[in-house]
C-alpha cells in the first residue's frame, strides 16, 4: 500500500512526504521538476533513512499515470502538483488553466480507471476572494478570485464536488492552506524559489542574508492596526500535519469535505519583519511602496472545524517559523543549487 504524492518534490510536498516516510507510510511521488529540485527529495532520505519512489514525470502525461497505478498499490492520493505564482498566472493563463485544471482532470480519470478512490487536493484562501469579513470559516463566500491561479482553485474545487456527486464512493478532501511559510528544524529542506521571490518570507530572508538589498512593504494605508496587509502565516511542518490528519480521517464523515488549514492568527507584514530581525538577530531594512495591485488587507482562518473533525491544529508560532525560515536560508543561501 503507497500514497502517491503529486508534486512531491516541491516547498509543501516534500515535508509532508518526509512526514509520511517518518510514521512508516510508503510514498510515491511525480514531479516534474518545472519548479523544484530531485535534491529536496534526496535530502528527505537522508533526513528519514526511507526513500520514497519517484517518477519525474507530468501529471498531464496519461501513461505516466497509467504506469504509476499499474505498478504501485495505491490507496489514497494527495494532490500538491499545480503552478503557483499569481503574477505569472496573469501572463500565462492557459499554462495555469492546463496545469492546474486539465491537470487534475487527467488525474482524476486515471484514479477511476485505477480504481482508486482516496483525494486529497491543495486548495488555498485564495478561493475566498476579498473576503467580507475575517475570520474565515468553510461556510464563507467563495470565488470573485482576481487572477487566472486563484480562479484554477476555486473551478478544481468545484469540479471536485461535481465530481464527487457523480461518484459517491470517491472521498475527497480540499485543504485551503493559509500563507505557508517556515521550513523542516533541520534547516534540510525549505521554500527554494526560482528568481526574485514574490512571497513577503522568502523575500525578507534573502534581504536577511543580503541577497536583496530592502524589503518593500506594499502598502500602509490599509484599515490594519498599523496600516500593513495582515495574513494567517503557518508553518509548513504543521500543514504536512494537516494533510496527515486529513488522509486519516477520510473515512469519516461526508465523502466530501473542505477545511481550513491555518493558525487563526493574523500578523501584519511589519510583525513579520520584527519577528524576523529577531530570529536572524540582524536589522531587515524596509521601504513603504504603493499598495501591489490585487492585494486584500487582511486575511485569517477559523481554523475550528479541522480542530473538531480532524484533530489537528497548528503548533507551531511565529517566531518559530521565522527560526525555522532563518535556519533554513542562512544554510542554503543559493537554495538547493550549490
Ligand atoms: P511548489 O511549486 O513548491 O510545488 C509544486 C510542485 O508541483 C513542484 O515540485 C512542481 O515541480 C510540481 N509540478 C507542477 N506542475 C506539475 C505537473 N504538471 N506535473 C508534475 N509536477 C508538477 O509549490 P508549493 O508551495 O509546495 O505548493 C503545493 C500546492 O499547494 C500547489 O498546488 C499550490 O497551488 C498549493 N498552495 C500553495 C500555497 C503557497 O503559498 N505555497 C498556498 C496555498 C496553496
Ligand atoms: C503577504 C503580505 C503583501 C511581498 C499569496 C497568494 C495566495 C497564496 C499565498 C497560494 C501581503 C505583503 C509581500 C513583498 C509585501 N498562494 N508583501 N512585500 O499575497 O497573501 O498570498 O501566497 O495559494 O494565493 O496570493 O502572500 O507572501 O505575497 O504577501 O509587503 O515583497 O505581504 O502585500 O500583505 P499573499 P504574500
Excluded at 198 to 208: C, D, G, K
Aim: a negative charge; charged letters at 20%.
Amino acid at each position: 500500500m503507497a500514497i502517491l504524492v503529486t508534486g512531491g518534490a516541491g516547498y509543501i510536498g516534500s515535508h509532508t512526504v518526509l512526514t509520511l516516510l517518518e510514521r512508516g507510510d510508503d510514498v510515491v511521488v511525480i514531479d516534474n521538476l518545472s519548479n523544484a529540485s530531485r535534491t529536496s527529495l534526496d535530502r528527505v532520505a537522508e533526513l528519514t533513512g526511507r526513500e520514497p519512489t519517484v517518477y519525474i514525470a507530468d501529471i498531464l502525461d496519461k501513461e505516466a499515470l497509467r504506469t504509476i497505478f499499474s505498478r504501485h498499490n495505491i490507496t489514497d492520493v494527495i494532490h500538491f502538483a499545480g503552478l503557483k505564482s499569481v503574477s505569472e498566472s496573469v501572463k500565462e493563463p492557459l499554462a495555469y488553466y492546463e496545469n492546474n485544471v486539465t491537470g487534475t482532470l487527467v488525474l482524476l480519470h486515471e484514479m477511476l480507471a485505477a480504481g482508486v478512490n482516496h483525494f486529497i487536493f491543495s486548495s488555498s484562501a485564495t478561493v475566498y476572494g476579498n473576503p467580507e469579513s475575517v475570520p474565515l470559516n468553510e461556510q464563507a463566500r467563495t470565488g470573485g478570485t482576481t487572477n487566472p491561479y486563484g480562479t484554477s482553485k476555486y473551478m478544481v474545487e468545484q469540479i471536485l464536488a461535481d465530481f464527487s456527486h457523480a461518484q459517491p464512493d470517491f472521498r475527497i478532501t480540499c485543504l485551503r492552506y493559509f500563507n505557508p511559510v517556515g521550513a523542516h528544524p533541520s534547516g534540510r529542506i525549505g521554500e527554494d524559489p526560482n528568481g526574485i521571490p514574490n512571497n513577503l518570507v522568502p523575500y525578507i530572508s534573502q534581504v536577511a542574508i543580503g541577497k536583496l538589498e530592502t524589503v518593500s512593504v506594499f502598502g500602509n494605508d490599509y484599515p490594519t492596526p498599523d496600516g500593513t496587509g495582515v495574513r494567517d502565516y503557518i508553518h509548513v511542518m504543521d500543514l504536512a500535519t494537516g494533510h496527515l490528519a486529513a488522509l486519516d480521517s477520510q473515512d469519516k464523515g461526508a465523502a466530501f469535505k473542505v477545511f481550513n488549514l491555518g493558525t487563526g492568527i493574523g500578523y501584519s507584514v511589519l510583525n513579520l519583519i520584527e519577528a524576523f530581525e529577531k530570529a536572524a538577530q540582524t536589522q531587515i531594512p524596509y521601504q513603504f511602496v504603493a499598495r501591489r495591485p490585487g492585494d486584500i488587507a487582511e486575511c485569517w482562518s477559523d481554523p475550528s472545524l479541522a480542530r473538531t473533525e480532524l484533530g489537528w491544529q497548528a503548533t507551531h508560532n511565529l517566531d518559530d517559523m521565522m527560526r525555522d525560515t532563518w535556519n533554513w536560508q542562512k544554510n542554503n543561501p543559493n537554495g538547493y543549487r550549490m
